[in-house]
């Protein structure tokens, strides 16, 4: 199973302040290309790929979004406002939810109150986990295994504290060339490299 963690550190999670900030300061738009390039292939979807998108911006908990490619029924189009429909229809699914508690949003799709750090602690436990990293090694000289977890973020990087506890957790840096690229390019870029070698 491909697995993609996208850390949107700017990204409300309040519905309507989410669909307010497409092409504004948060973008918001980062999320829906992200979940395209994950998710989509040309005339089809690609299977065993899930996307988990962790947003950040809150008056209380972090959302963490869990979209299963395999058991989505229907993505109503994969243009930017579809996408973060279904974003946000998982916010307001989440309202008045306790920490770390979870709900069902459709088939497919489930929404956690649940922070970054505890999920990656708990994808470490089935997962190699790998941080996207302009520094890293260089995916083309990088081995995987069946079940791969690359870790993304949006435009505010992941804060110093949170690279110790992913080391802790045996995490790697992988590179994809010396330009920094958005995190959706980076996704492509990471599915055409594991296409190559299935
Ligand atoms: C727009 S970048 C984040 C930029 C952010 N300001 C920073 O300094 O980390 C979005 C994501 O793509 C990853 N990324 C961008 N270019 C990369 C590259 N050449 N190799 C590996 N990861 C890359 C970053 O690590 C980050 O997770």
Do not use: W
């Amino acid at each position: 199973m491909r697995t993609f963690v996208l850390r949107a550190r700017a990204a409300s999670t309040d519905s309507q302040q989410l669909l307010a900030a497409i092409g504004q300061s948060a973008h918001a738009e980062i999320l829906a290309h992200t979940i395209m390039n994950c998710v989509f292939v040309a005339q089809s979807h690609r299977e065993d790929v899930v996307v988990y998108l962790v947003l950040e911006s809150t008056a209380d908990y972090s959302r963490t979004i869990c979209i299963n490619a395999n058991e989505v029924r229907d993505f109503s189009g994969f243009h930017e406002m579809a996408l973060l429909k279904k974003v946000a229809n998982a916010l307001d699914v989440s309202k008045g939810m306790g920490k770390e508690q979870q709900r069902q949003v459709e088939q497919g799709i489930s929404v956690r109150t649940l922070s970054f750090e505890k999920l990656v602690q708990e994808l470490a436990q089935d997962y190699q986990l790998y941080m996207m990293d302009k520094k890293g090694t260089n995916i083309r000289e990088q081995d995987f295994d069946e079940n791969p977890c690359f870790l993304l973020t949006d435009h505010i990087p992941m804060p110093k504290k949170s690279f110790n506890s992913l080391k802790r957790l045996g995490t790697q840096n992988i590179s994809l060339g010396p330009k920094m690229l958005f995190a959706s390019q980076c996704v492509v870029l990471i599915h055409n490299e594991l296409d190559y070698r299935q």
